[in-house]
C-alpha cells in the first residue's frame, strides 16, 4: 500500500522544519577550525555553573525515570512569579508545547493565524492536526496585529503572536497587544512565544505573564535555551489560565523531561548572576554590531532579541559561503522568504568582532 494512503492527511505535505547549521555538519564540509556558530540563537556565554554543578550531583540518578510533572522546577517557578503550580507545565522545549498546544486545541478544519515569516513549527503542528495555518504579511518586519484581527472567522481557534519574532527581533507594544486582545472573540486562544522575552529592552514590551494573572485567555511560552544557555537539554514551560493548562496535562507525555534537564533548570533559574551577565552580554554585542553595520552601510532590523535581522541587499549565499570559509556560521534568509537577508546571532564580544572582520574582508574582497 502507498505510504500516501498509510499516513495521517496532509502530514506529507508538511515542509520541514531546517535549522541553522550545526559545527558539526559543516565540520565535514570545511575541515575543522575554530568556528563561531551565529545561526541558531543560541547563548553563546555558555549555561549557569550552577547548573553545570547540578547535572554533575544527578548524574549518578540517571537510571531513575524522571518525575513526570517536573514538581521541584514548577515549585520554583510558582515561587518566582507568584503563580499557582496550576498555571504551569513543563516539557521538553517549546517546540514541543507548541505541538502540545496543536494537540489539545486544535481540530480538523480548524483555522490558525501567525504571522509571515515567524517561527514554522506553527504552521507545521497545525497542518499535523488538520488546521488551516493562516499566515498574514508582517508590516516592517512586525505583526500586522490588525491584519490578523481581519483573518479571524468562526473557524479560527488559535493566534500565534511570536515576541520578540523570530526571525526580524521586532515586538508588538503592550498598548497594541492590549486593543488587539479586546477586540478578539472569546473562543479564541492566543499563544504569546516569549522565547527571546528576557532580552527585550523597550518600556513598552508586553509581559505574558500580567495577562495570566488578569485570567486572559492567553498560554505564554518560555524557554530554558536562550537566556538561561540549556539549548542542548530541551526543556521549556508555557504559563496559562489553569483551566488551559489542564488541556496540555491532557495530551502531555509520561516523561517528557530527563532528570538532568530538570535540575540544571532548577539551579539556572537561581542563578541570577548569570542572567544578567547574559542579557547584558546581548544588549552590548547589539550596540556593536548596530554601530559598526552602519559605518558600513548594511541595513538592519533594530532587535529585541538575542539576534539582528541583516539585509545585506543582495543574494545572501555569497556572503554566506563566504562567511562559513571563514569559519563563521550564519543564517541565511531564504527559508523565510527573504533571499538578501539573514539573521545573525548576538554573541561575545570576540565572536562580534571577529563576524565583523569577516564581514568587511568578504564584502571588500568581493
Known sequence: MKTDRLARKGILKIASYIPGRSIEEVQKEYGAKRWVKLASNENLLGPSPKALEAIRRELPNIHFYPEGPSPVLRQALAKTFSLAEGNIVISNGADNLILMIANAFVDEGDEVIMADPTFPVYTNV?????????????????????????????????????????????????????????????????????????????????????????????????????????????????????????????????????????????????????????????????????????????????????????????DVEEVFQGLLREGIIIRPGKTWGYPTCSRITIGRMTDNRRFIRALKKILTNR
Open 126 to 314: 497545525t497542518q499535523i492536526m488538520g488546521g488551516k495555518p493562516i499566515r498574514v504579511r508582517l508590516q516592517d518586519y512586525t505583526h500586522d496585529l490588525d491584519g490578523m484581527l481581519n483573518r479571524v472567522t468562526r473557524k479560527t481557534k488559535l493566534i500565534f503572536v511570536c515576541n520578540p519574532n523570530n526571525p526580524t527581533g521586532t515586538i508588538v507594544s503592550e498598548s497594541s497587544f492590549n486593543q488587539f486582545l479586546s477586540r478578539l472573540p472569546g473562543r479564541v486562544i492566543v499563544i504569546l512565544d516569549e522565547a527571546y522575552g528576557d532580552f527585550a529592552e523597550a518600556p513598552f514590551y508586553p509581559n505574558g505573564l500580567d495577562y495570566v494573572k488578569d485570567g486572559k485567555q492567553v498560554i505564554a511560552l518560555r524557554t530554558f535555551s536562550k537566556v538561561y544557555g540549556l539549548a542542548g537539554l530541551r526543556i521549556g514551560y508555557a504559563i496559562g489560565r489553569e483551566d488551559l493548562i489542564h488541556c496540555l496535562y491532557q495530551v502531555r507525555d509520561p516523561f517528557p523531561v530527563h532528570r538532568l534537564a530538570q535540575v540544571a533548570a532548577v539551579a539556572a533559574l537561581a542563578d541570577t548572576d548569570h542572567i544578567l551577565k547574559s542579557i547584558q552580554l546581548v544588549y552590548e554585542g547589539r550596540r556593536y554590531l548596530y554601530k559598526e553595520l552602519e559605518k558600513m552601510g548594511i541595513l538592519y532590523v533594530p532587535s529585541e532579541a538575542n539576534f539582528i535581522f541583516i539585509d545585506f541587499e543582495k
